[in-house]
């Protein structure tokens, strides 16, 4: 979440620059558009880098809670063998003591 408000953040304020930048230019409309066209490129780029940053981010984010998940599971499914292993156990020490009486 914090990447995605910082994505905006840089979005919103390449905007308002580039808005500025047209509103109060003393330049000729060639070099404003030039200007405006460097800017828009240098903002994609940047865009870009901080999306692959954040994909990066999540891909090693959600490996890891996979990895806690099959750790998980791997333990719960360890504990159920043993408690049907110890029932199956305790089953066949009852019908012993059944069989005896």
């Not at 840089?10 to 905007?15: L, T």
């Not at 990895?67 to 199956?88: F, G, N, P, T, V």
Request: hydrophobic letters at 35%.
């Amino acid at each position: 979440m914090k990447a995605r408000n910082t994505l905006l953040a840089i979005a919103a304020s390449a905007f308002a620059g580039a808005l500025v930048g047209v509103l109060f230019a003393p330049d000729k409309g060639d070099r404003i558009r030039r200007d405006l066209t460097k800017k828009g490129k240098r903002t994609r780029r940047d865009l870009t880098k901080k999306g692959r940053e954040f994909t990066d981010m999540a891909k090693d984010e959600l490996e890891d809670y996979i990895d806690y998940m099959r750790e998980k599971y791997e333990d719960a499914r360890k504990h159920s063998d043993e408690l049907i292993e110890k029932s199956e156990e305790a089953a066949e020490e009852l019908k012993r003591k059944l069989n005896k009486s």
